[in-house]
T-cell receptor, first 112, second 117 residues
Framework: DAKTTQPTSMDCAEGRAANLPCNHSTISGNEYVYWYRQIHSQGPQYIIHGLKNNETNEMASLIITEDRKSSTLILPHATLRDTAVYYCIVSPIYGTASKLTFGTGTRLQVTL | GAGVSQTPSNKVTEKGKYVELRCDPISGHTALYWYRQSLGQGPEFLIYFQGTGAADDSGLPNDRFFAVRPEGSVSTLKIQRTERGDSAVYLC???????????????FGPGTRLTVL
């Protein structure tokens, strides 16, 4: 699986947009970009995924560059409850259910 | 609806003892995964089941670790002769596989915190 690189930590003021970057320069055409987050003392939670088009759901937006070598997760109006570790993961499209290869993620701290 | 549940939530044991950790996946989910998370690290894959069979056990660190899913639902992760280095949070996840391609969202349980003294 392709490796991802994320900043170790970020801060964001409550109510502002949080933009979390991820580099995945070795991604192949057969791999999705997934984002999960892990709130303290809980299991990871799926946020969003994409292949090559930008995606939006009720939680977040995912912007993938045209060359697919990087992406940005956008939380449009961050709240204190969005404080968590955010993981960017690349995972194959084809084949049986794939394991998720987590890195160390980005620790997002949302402050008042 | 019920999510993935794991028992116990906490387990303290002594070095050399045997432990079993249980995972109840979401009803109807055919795929089940075990991960291990050490302090300050992301979860690390251990093993994946499709139905009753282990489809990928490449993440099991050594032969002290074993997992079963005899009826294709509940799974048990078994650790023999525990060592202090086995201390971690053990996470279970399940997913609903549809066909051989496409999105595979994994739903995680809260984990079991294992402490080996």
């Amino acid at each position: 699986d392709a490796k991802t690189t994320q900043p170790t930590s970020m801060d964001c003021a409550e109510g502002r947009a949080a933009n979390l970057p991820c580099n995945h320069s070795t991604i192949s055409g057969n791999e999705y970009v997934y984002w999960y987050r892990q709130i303290h003392s809980q299991g990871p939670q799926y946020i969003i995924h994409g292949l090559k088009n930008n995606e939006t759901n009720e939680m977040a937006s995912l912007i993938i560059t045209e060359d697919r070598k990087s992406s940005t997760l956008i939380l449009p109006h961050a709240t204190l409850r969005d404080t968590a570790v955010y993981y960017c993961i690349v995972s194959p499209i084809y084949g049986t259910a794939s394991k998720l290869t987590f890195g160390t993620g980005t620790r997002l701290q949302v402050t008042l | 609806g019920a999510g993935v549940s794991q028992t116990p939530s906490n387990k303290v044991t002594e070095k050399g003892k045997y432990v079993e950790l249980r995972c109840d996946p979401i009803s109807g989910h055919t795929a089940l995964y075990w991960y291990r998370q050490s302090l300050g690290q992301g979860p690390e894959f251990l093993i994946y089941f499709q139905g009753t069979g282990a489809a990928d056990d490449s993440g099991l660190p050594n032969d002290r670790f074993f997992a079963v899913r005899p009826e294709g639902s509940v799974s048990t992760l078994k650790i023999q002769r525990t060592e202090r280095g086995d201390s971690a949070v053990y996470l279970c996840a399940s997913s609903l596989m549809i066909g051989m391609t496409g999105h595979n969202e994994q739903f995680f349980g809260p984990g079991t915190r294992l402490t080996v003294l």
